[in-house]
């Protein structure tokens, strides 16, 4: 059965920096574009970052800079490096591939 468990999540201060996981079983995320959305409270889920099957990349214009999405396809896992965070980075970030969507972790940025 295809699942994604997210990992990493956390409570940092503002500048700090977290790596979130993303591992996934039943399906290879080399082969699949995957993406990380975040939800924060009151406001519209969005997609944050996105890796494409050939390897390109996309950012949400507020976290260009700053984020980093990776995968590795040996332990077929995605990964969200974020860097200076800040408190608006604040969320609950899933992520997303093959159709199927992980359970959601929260990161929270203290100003």
């Known amino acids: 059965q295809e699942q994604l468990v997210e990992s990493g999540g956390g409570s940092v201060q503002a500048g700090g920096s977290l790596r979130l996981s993303c591992a996934s079983s039943?399906?290879?995320?080399?082969?699949?574009?995957m993406a990380w959305f975040r939800q924060a409270p009151g406001k519209e889920r969005e997609r944050v970052a996105a890796?494409?099957?050939?390897?390109?990349?996309t950012y949400a214009d507020s976290v260009k800079g700053r984020f980093t999405v990776s995968r590795d396809k040996a332990k077929n896992t995605l990964y969200l490096q974020m860097n200076n965070l800040r408190s608006e980075d604040t969320a609950m970030y899933y992520c997303?591939?093959?159709?199927?969507w992980g359970q959601g972790t929260q990161v929270t940025v203290s100003s």
């Open positions: 997303t591939g093959g159709g199927f």
């Open positions: 890796i494409y099957v050939a390897g390109g990349t």
């Open positions: 039943g399906f290879n995320v080399g082969i699949n574009y």
